[in-house]
């Protein structure tokens, strides 16, 4: 059978981790504890869940969760100004801007109104030049693209020489990615929509990576034996949810050298952890700058 690649307990330890370090700065901050804003203008259910989960990970660090509601008809400029003005508040320690953002808003400009310091979900262009120069700061790394490199570590799945394809260039998830497993010693190959045949690059693959937003993308032809396969995408399926990968023709695929995170219980839920843990990092930050 092919290993699953859970991220229990894993994203368990993480967010144990976070919530020591956040109580670390609640009691330094004399028990006020910083606040992570959630800037939200979408009233996409999927999305709305998403929020809700996430605001409720945040309080289970002990942070207090901000919910910034603008509604979908908010311009940019209302954005840009959220954001500017949550960047300036001596309360809020670190800054999600939730996606999907009103057709028309530009993510790259609205994104440049938060503080590089509160970016704690690394959507500023000055963060994503710290990742390209391998400068960054990794509690400001885009928490999906950190959660995948999570795993690959959690698992030991080396990387150093090896051939790895990620499909998906997103700056939210594909091109961090891709930053970070070259930063690791892989030999990165980038897919995309426009790539002719995707079967031929990815199964090059020793470590591949799908972010690609299309359910059962690859399957068994597109992947070959002992490849370990990391599965990015959500798509809501009747109550649960499933991945871009179709797992059971991949899995029969690798054999038991192979490797493939599910979907649910792998990249969602480390997700969810690594951006506790950045949380409660920015509060530490944000209460010894204060202090
Ligand atoms: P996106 O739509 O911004 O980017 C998708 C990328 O995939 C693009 O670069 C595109 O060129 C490429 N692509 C699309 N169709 C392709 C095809 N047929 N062949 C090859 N490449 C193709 O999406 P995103 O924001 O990067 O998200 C990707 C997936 O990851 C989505 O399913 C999203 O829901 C999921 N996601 C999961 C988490 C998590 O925490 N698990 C977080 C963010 C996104």
Redesign the pocket.
């Known amino acids: 059978m092919t290993r699953r690649l859970s991220a229990q307990p894993f994203a368990k330890q993480i967010t144990a981790r976070a919530t020591e370090i956040a109580a670390r700065a609640i009691a330094d901050a004399r028990g006020t504890a910083p606040e992570i804003a959630v800037v939200i203008a979408t009233s996409e259910p999927d999305s709305l869940l998403y929020v809700d989960r996430l605001l409720k990970q945040v309080s289970a660090t002990g942070l207090v969760g901000r919910r910034v509601e603008l509604g979908e008809a908010a311009t940019e400029a209302e954005i840009f100004a959220t954001l500017t003005s949550l960047s300036a508040d001596q309360s809020v320690a670190g800054i999600i801007l939730q996606?999907p953002l009103p057709s028309g808003v530009s993510r790259e400009i609205v994104a440049a109104a938060i503080a590089p310091g509160k970016d704690i979900d690394g959507i500023t262009l000055v963060n994503a030049e710290r990742l390209a120069d391998g400068t960054h700061d990794a509690s400001l790394l885009p928490?999906?693209a950190a959660?995948v490199m999570e795993l690959l570590r959690a698992y030991e799945i080396p990387l150093q020489g090896r051939q790895a394809v990620v499909?998906?260039?997103?700056?939210?998830?594909?091109r961090p990615v891709a930053h970070l497993l070259e930063l690791e010693g892989a030999h990165v190959e980038v897919?995309?929509?426009?790539?002719p045949d995707?079967g031929v690059v990815t199964r090059t693959a020793a470590v591949l990576v799908v972010?690609?937003?299309?359910?059962g993308?690859v399957r068994g032809e597109h992947v070959s034996p002992g490849t370990v396969v990391i599965d990015?995408?959500?798509?809501p399926s009747g109550d649960t949810i499933v991945?871009?990968v179709d797992a059971p023709s991949v899995e029969a695929q690798l054999g038991e050298t192979g490797g493939l995170s599910p979907v649910p219980g792998?990249?969602?839920p480390m997700?969810?952890a690594i951006l506790a843990l950045h949380a409660a990092q920015a509060a530490e930050r944000l209460v010894r700058r204060r202090a």
């Open positions: 996606s928490a999906t959660a499909v998906g260039r997103s700056a939210v998830v594909g897919a995309h929509s426009k790539t995707l972010a690609a937003g299309v359910r993308l990015v995408g959500i798509h991945g871009d792998g990249v969602g997700t969810s």
